[in-house]
T-cell receptor, first 115, second 117 residues
Framework: KAGVTQTPRYLIKTRGQQVTLSCSPI?????VSWYQQTPGQGLQFLFE???????NKGNFPGRFSGRQFSNSRSEMNVSTLELGDSALYLC??????????????FGPGTRLTVL | AQSVTQLDSHVSVSEGTPVLLRCNYS??????LFWYVQHPNKGLQLLLK??????LVKGINGFEAEFKKSETSFHLTKPSAHMSDAAEYFC???????????????FGKGTKLSVKP
């Protein structure tokens, strides 16, 4: 099976712009989670989608949003970009059922730079 | 609330010597624990996971971790380091949602492992 893919891999934006990142999960996986990785804050959970519904959400402002499509592909959007949004954004997919220890498979990430 | 603390931000070892990366957890219930590795400019890869079936967990690439409830620890070890082990390692606990369902992954700050020739 192909792994988790994320596009684009690199992105440069300026403050105030908005950006959309895309994630294609492993075939058959219904859950997609998004994480932000920065040197200062480390890896932080943004949100999780399962069957087109947001199932879980981290502590990020409303500028960060996401959605999931019927084919399980997911997008996240950040509006009104700030310098502090510069980060590696990681997407992870899993089968999504509520069995314990459900493994998450991570994509390579999208490196967002805000100037 | 669940959390993990990685006790060392950097660890340096010589090739062929043992590796020990330390992690303590805090959880009000029996935790789900994981170790992930991240090589430069790569995504995260699962090394191993604690399933409560056995306290000593074996993972990929010769890594293993021991769950010690009395010490609330889940340290990662490897008998002999290879140059290719140089990477950042994350200890992770799965959070718990309101109502008791499994939640998102909560990551430690990471430990950068350097391997000297």
């Amino acid at each position: 099976k192909a792994g988790v893919t994320q596009t684009p891999r690199y992105l440069i934006k300026t403050r105030g712009q908005q950006v959309t990142l895309s994630c294609s999960p492993i075939s058959g996986h219904r859950s997609v989670s998004w994480y932000q990785q920065t040197p200062g804050q480390g890896l932080q959970f943004l949100f999780e989608y399962f069957s087109e519904t947001q199932r879980n959400k981290g502590n990020f402002p409303g500028r960060f949003s996401g959605r999931q499509f019927s084919n399980s592909r997911s997008e996240m959007n950040v509006s009104t970009l700030e310098l502090g949004d510069s980060a590696l954004y990681l997407c992870a997919s899993s089968e999504g059922n509520r069995i314990s220890y459900n493994e998450q498979f991570f994509g390579p990430g999208t490196r967002l730079t805000v100037l | 609330a669940q959390s993990v603390t990685q006790l060392d931000s950097h660890v340096s070892v010589s090739e062929g010597t043992p590796v020990l990366l330390r992690c303590n957890y805090s959880s009000s219930y029996s935790p789900s624990l994981f170790w992930y590795v991240q090589h430069p400019n790569k995504g995260l890869q699962l090394l191993l996971k604690y399933t409560s079936a056995a306290t000593l967990v074996k993972g990929i690439n010769g890594f293993e971790a021991e769950f010690k409830k009395s010490e609330t620890s889940f340290h990662l070890t490897k008998p002999s380091a290879h140059m290719s082990d140089a990477a950042e390692y994350f200890c992770v606990v799965r959070g718990l949602n309101y109502g008791g369902s499994q939640g998102n992954l909560i990551f430690g700050k990471g430990t950068k492992l350097s391997v000297k020739p």
